[in-house]
């Protein structure tokens, strides 16, 4: 059975004064069974976030890391210095393709360096609106997965709880969002990727997808209501403590009905 997760990323908001009070009224407003919830703040405000949510079981993730272990690289930060301080990472975000350049194989390395640093990654892809228009998303989509993962030991991957999040770029902060039924295909074409081009076989059925862009707590459920989606990467809206509240009850449904479609307990 996969997870169902919500994560927000927090983007290049909030400050260290207070970026953990928001955490921390989002984690009292989100305690719901079954749901794993992570909070992605900007790097200067991973300290006070993780003192915010000691013992309430809301994980704390980065937005980025580094390729390389340490050196001179100014402005940077590796993997290994965000032990203590968080434990899931987004890599790959379209905002880094887009803005810092950043190619599948950059990615792929960020990717080997988080989890032999012990962080959970999150792997972002997704196609640019010309792309989904010339009918070509599914291939761009495979692509990126090919280029980060090819090569890349896929038992560690599966150890650290690899996740994908499918975000088309068109969707990010416009207020428009794929329709359920493309993101579940998407979703669905992300595992057939990873099953027969890069060789995880069965293994692709348990790597959790999740839907980004424009996710709010209105529109969530359809997403939800797919098999082959098992959360959502948030932005804008996981910023507002009664939108998380929102999108981490509906998601508490879906943990619900998983659950008990496997005879377990949420
Ligand atoms: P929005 O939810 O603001 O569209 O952002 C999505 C996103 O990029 C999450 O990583």
């Known amino acids: 059975m996969r997870p169902v997760i919500i994560a927000a990323n927090w983007k290049m908001n909030t400050t260290p004064a207070d970026a953990g009070e928001l955490a921390a009224t989002i984690a009292a407003r989100t305690e719901e069974p079954g749901v794993v919830r992570v909070i992605c703040p900007p790097y200067i405000c ?8 000691a013992g309430k079981n809301v994980a704390v993730g980065a937005q980025n890391v580094h390729h390389e272990q340490g050196g001179a690289y100014t402005g940077e930060i590796s993997a290994s210095m965000l032990a203590g301080l968080a434990t899931w990472v987004i890599l790959g975000h379209s905002e880094r393709r887009r803005d810092e350049f950043e190619d599948d194989e950059l990615i792929g390395k960020k990717l080997a360096r988080a989890i032999s640093a012990g962080l959970r990654p999150i792997l972002c892809v997704g196609e640019v609106l010309a792309e989904r228009e010339a009918g070509r998303a599914v291939e761009v989509v495979a692509t ?19 996740v994908i999040a499918y975000e088309p770029v068109w969707a990010i902060g416009t207020g428009r969002t794929a329709s359920s039924a493309d993101a579940a295909a998407m979703a669905e074409a992300i595992r057939a990727t990873l099953a027969a081009d890069l ?46 509240a929102g999108m981490v009850a509906r ?10 479609a496997e005879g377990k307990p949420a």
Request: proline letters at 2%; charged letters at 20%; hydrophobic letters at 50%.
């Open 199 to 244: 060789g995880w076989g069965h293994n692709a059925e348990s790597v959790p997808v999740l839907y980004g862009g424009s996710v709010t707590s209105a529109n969530i459920g359809e997403f939800l209501a797919e098999h082959s989606i098992d959360g959502g990467l948030v932005g804008g809206a996981s910023l507002k403590p009664d939108e998380m």
């Open 251 to 260: 998601a508490a449904v879906t943990a619900k009905a998983r659950a008990a």
């Open 46 to 53: 991973l300290a006070a976030v993780r003192d915010a949510l």
């Open 144 to 162: 990126q997965l090919r280029g980060a993962l090819v090569g890349k030991d896929v038992e560690a991957l599966l150890n650290a709880g690899f």
